[in-house]
């Protein structure tokens, strides 16, 4: 089968398709005959190695040769134990620990896959298990004539997280690069910023943050935040979010706000509720771009630079 794959840390052109093994589903494993799977930041740290959390499991050398986790395909084959999904069916999910999406099939735990809603295509079922789940945690809690600022919010996870406030009732401030201004905007955000002009931290309070890229002082974001608001991030470099996890808990206990990371909980569970509410039509997904195998190297550039308004998708 083809794969993309990689055995060093780097820029996207080490990044190459090869001819590998088919892999064989184990205990509790579901082979997927991979149909889209949807470009993630993680696969852009992955690659580069950087955050250093991007590493755990391979300090030296990636722990897995191909990226790709956010998954839609069909069932190819089964392994012992599996009592959830049969041969054919159609199916998602983020398969994180495995990674394994940018190529023909895939091996998957049975525990991280959901059956895929006939509605929804495969490219958009595969938009939905990382970002969504992300979405729907960071935004947990908003509420009608509330402030909310989203900090990355023109990517994957942001464009569902600024739909989803909008839906609680929520002014949201949407904060990004020049070019995806107007993208946030038909979003719905109620005001957008552009990052490299605008200190969004001076624009508060704000009673729900959800940073997406963490880089700021730990200060800056208690300067932002109303009393009672909580902030949370999700990424960002290894010292920043060891200060907000130790000094901003700390002075947002003192100061009676709430400074911490966002530890997002994987799994069906926690992304087919927002799968159920696009069926619905309450909330869209948006793909940007498309991509084949071949084009695994210029679709994580595009999402890793930051030009990508929504989802990106690598169809194979």
């Not at 509790?28 to 993680?42: G, I």
């Not at 939905?128 to 919010?153: C, D, F, H, K």
């Not at 069926?279 to 793909?287: E, L």
Request: glycine share 14%; with cysteine.
């Amino acid at each position: 089968m083809k794969a993309v794959v990689y055995d060093r840390y780097g820029p996207p052109d080490v990044l190459r398709v090869e001819q590998v093994r088919m892999p064989t589903p184990g205990p509790k494993q579901v082979l997927v005959e991979v149909v889209a799977t949807s470009v993630n930041l993680s696969d852009w740290e992955c690659l580069r190695g950087t955050p250093l959390y991007a590493r755990i499991g391979g300090v030296r050398r990636p722990a897995r040769r191909t990226l790709g986790s956010d998954i839609a395909g069909r069932v190819h084959a089964v392994g012992p134990g599996v009592t959830r999904f049969r041969v054919g069916d159609e199916v998602y999910g983020d398969n994180l620990g495995l990674m394994g999406g940018f190529a023909e099939y895939a091996v998957a735990p049975e525990s991280v896959l959901a059956h895929k809603p006939a509605a929804l295509a495969f490219a958009e079922a595969s938009t939905l298990p990382q970002a969504a789940a992300i979405a729907l945690q960071g935004t947990a809690g908003v509420g009608e004539g509330q402030r909310m600022l989203i900090n990355g919010s023109g990517g994957g996870s942001g464009s569902f997280a600024i739909q989803l406030a909008k839906r609680a009732g929520a002014h949201v401030t949407g904060v990004d690069n020049a070019g995806k201004l107007e993208f946030m905007r038909s979003l719905g955000a109620d005001e957008v910023v552009d990052h490299r002009r605008t200190d969004f931290t001076q624009l508060g309070p704000f009673d729900h943050i959800l940073d997406l890229v963490a880089y700021r002082s730990v200060f800056t974001y208690r300067r932002a935040l109303a009393r009672g608001g909580r902030y949370r991030c999700v990424g960002g470099p290894v010292p920043t979010l060891l200060r907000i996890v130790t000094i901003g808990a700390l002075l947002g206990r003192l100061t009676g706000r709430r400074i911490g990371m966002l530890v997002v909980k994987q799994g069906p569970a926690h992304f087919e509720p927002l799968a159920e509410r696009c069926v619905a039509g309450d909330v869209q997904i948006h793909i940007d771009r498309r991509f084949g195998l071949d084009g695994v190297p210029q679709a994580l550039a595009y999402v890793g630079e930051g030009r990508a308004l929504g989802k990106v998708v690598i169809e194979t």
